[in-house]
Nanobody, 123 residues
Framework: QLQFVESGGGLVQPGGSLRLSCAASGLPLDSYAIGWFRQAPGKEREAVSC????????NYADSVEGRFTMSRDDAKSTLYLQMNSLKPDDTAVYYC????????????????WGQGTQVTVSS
């Protein structure tokens, strides 16, 4: 059974950077697309970025274009989300999830959610 553990969140000032990690266990990742989603208080979980099983990255949140970079290291069974130039609107719990092969912006199509990691951007 595929499981994820997210880490790397924390409190950062506006303009700062964080790198989130999503460590997988249970199954190899090579057949899965992995998505980063985030959920701010009082809001629905939204897609941020996704990387397909073939390594193609799609950014779904226009607000992160040019600031966030997703990557995967299947040898380490770990996904990363490098977040630069952080803004207060990026404050949320960040989750990773998986689906077969191809990316999607629908959280309902993903499973194996981790517990999330809190990112707070504040001065």
């Amino acid at each position: 059974q595929l499981q994820f553990v997210e880490s790397g969140g924390g409190l950062v000032q506006p303009g700062g950077s964080l790198r989130l990690s999503c460590a997988a266990s249970g199954l190899p990742l090579d057949s899965y697309a992995i998505g980063w989603f985030r959920q701010a208080p009082g809001k629905e979980r939204e897609a941020v970025s996704c990387i397909s099983s073939s390594g193609v990255v799609t950014n779904y949140a226009d607000s992160v274009e040019g600031r966030f970079t997703m990557s995967r290291d299947d040898a380490k069974s770990t996904l990363y989300l490098q977040m630069n130039s952080l803004k207060p609107d990026d404050t949320a719990v960040y989750y990773c999830g998986a689906r077969w092969w191809h990316c999607s912006d629908s959280q309902a199509e993903f499973g194996a959610w981790g517990q999330g990691t809190q990112v707070t951007v504040s001065s």
